[in-house]
């Protein structure tokens, strides 16, 4: 998520108290037009909604974490504007490089040493060897904020019906899987048909925005589902694809490929199917290892 300064200026008002349209655009010296579109923005993000004029904030978690800071102190709104919410969580529990920012987050290099600039000046970060951390030992509320916000949007958005639960989302991406039919693309196991494994699912996996997805996301979708839901049926159906796949699909890296080559080497690896247990189920689908 992101939030511009004027938003985080606008919310802290909402913290101090001013929760009136007219009288927050006259304390920050905008335009009253200009504060009902920040309004807007902010209640899309789920954090506020205008009623008779008057802003009032949903009671969330992670916003009334967010208004105590603000209302406490505001010195950190530049920090977190921008991308910087994006940029701090990523960070947050374990320590990281600057290439690995950058390869995680998407942001520009150029952008994040201005982050970092920014940062030193707050005592918003420690830095580890070569790597940028967190410094929750001063911004311990902010912590919690990152925190209840990434749970928040891990659970919750508005382009999936109620009930579906999310497996992977960045700002225009999204994997999320339901019982439901969908206006959205079949992906993961429920797209495994299209490339020779045809599977009987007991609901849906969609991605939104719709375009034609191709073998190796249909992939990963299903990686990041299981990685949501690690059972040994999925890491069976993972495991078959990604053998009658294999060419395509060597040079992806994760965890779960590591554990895979692992059995398919005959090694027993603590919470995945045996090597016996995988030949047999690829005998059904013609699958040749």
Not at 63 to 76: D, G, M, P
Not at 178 to 203: N, P, R, V, W
Not at 249 to 256: A, P, Q
Request: net charge positive; aromatic share 12%; charged share 30%.
């Amino acid at each position: 998520m992101r939030f511009s300064k004027t938003e985080l200026n606008v919310l802290e008002q909402i913290a101090l108290g001013n929760q009136n349209i007219i009288e927050i655009a006259k304390t920050l010296n905008k335009d009253k037009s200009q504060i009902y579109r920040i309004v807007k923005s902010l209640s899309q993000k789920d954090f506020v909604n205008l009623e008779n004029k008057e802003i009032k904030p949903f009671q969330f978690t992670h916003v009334n974490i967010l208004l105590q800071e603000l209302a406490r102190q505001s010195s950190f709104i530049d920090n977190i504007s921008g991308c910087g919410v994006t940029f701090y969580t990523f960070i947050l529990e374990e320590p990281k490089t600057i290439s690995e920012i950058i390869k995680g987050t998407g942001i520009k290099r150029s952008t994040i040493f201005h982050k970092l600039k920014e940062a030193y000046r707050n005592s918003f970060i420690k830095t580890i060897g070569n790597k940028y951390q967190f410094n929750d030992k001063v911004w311990s509320k902010l912590k919690e904020f990152f925190i209840e916000l990434q749970k928040y949007e891990q659970t919750n958005d508005k382009r999936v019906p109620p009930g579906a639960v999310i497996h992977y989302k960045i700002k225009d991406e999204i994997v999320f899987s339901t019982k439901k039919e969908c206006d959205a693309i079949l992906t993961g196991f429920s797209a495994y048909e299209q490339f020779g494994i045809k599977l009987l699912t007991i609901d849906y996996t969609y991605y939104l925005p719709n375009k034609k997805l191709t073998l190796k996301e249909v992939f990963l979708h299903s990686l990041y589902r299981t990685d949501n839901e690690k059972n040994i049926t999925n890491l069976i159906f993972i495991t078959l694809f990604y053998v009658k796949h294999k060419r395509k699909l060597k040079k992806i890296k994760h965890n779960i490929i590591d554990n895979i080559n692992k059995v398919l080497q005959n090694y027993k690896v603590e919470g995945y199917p045996t090597f016996d247990e995988i030949r047999d189920r690829a005998e059904v689908y013609d699958i040749k290892f």
